[in-house]
């Protein structure tokens, strides 16, 4: 984000953003979806869970669940930024240090100026 954005403040916006923010809703969600879906089998079954153990299960699979996928973020984020860094650094850093000037051609030749003749 710092190479791609105009300022640091943008560069920094961009990153909590697409690091933290849009990956916290949508881990949210997926906790919150895969909690019922794992615990629904044993509350159907009805067999030998008692309400206290569920309960239990209930407040602990949810934060389980949380910090697996947080942790498989940050893996695949620390992955993929190394990735970078390794292919593409010093390509797109390297015009932001030394920006690359146009040469201009040289200059044309002045054509000769005809000799001037003088009246008669």
């Known amino acids: 984000m ?19 923010i849009i990956p916290w809703f949508a881990l949210t969600f997926a ?39 947080c942790l498989a973020k940050d893996g695949a984020f620390w992955l993929w930024a190394r ?11 390297a015009p932001a240090v030394i920006p690359v000037r146009p040469t201009l051609p040289p200059p044309l030749p002045r054509p000769a100026v005809p000799p001037v003749i003088a009246p008669t």
């Open 2 to 20: 710092g190479l791609n954005s105009k300022s640091t403040n943008l560069a920094t916006l961009k990153t909590i953003l697409c690091v933290q």
């Open 31 to 69: 906790s919150m979806l895969a909690v019922p879906l794992l615990l629904l089998p044993v509350m159907l079954k009805g067999g030998g869970a008692a309400p206290a153990q569920m309960m239990f299960w209930y407040m602990l699979l949810p934060s389980a669940i949380m910090t697996a996928l």
């Open 83 to 93: 990735r970078k860094l390794y292919s593409e650094f010093r390509e797109r850093a």
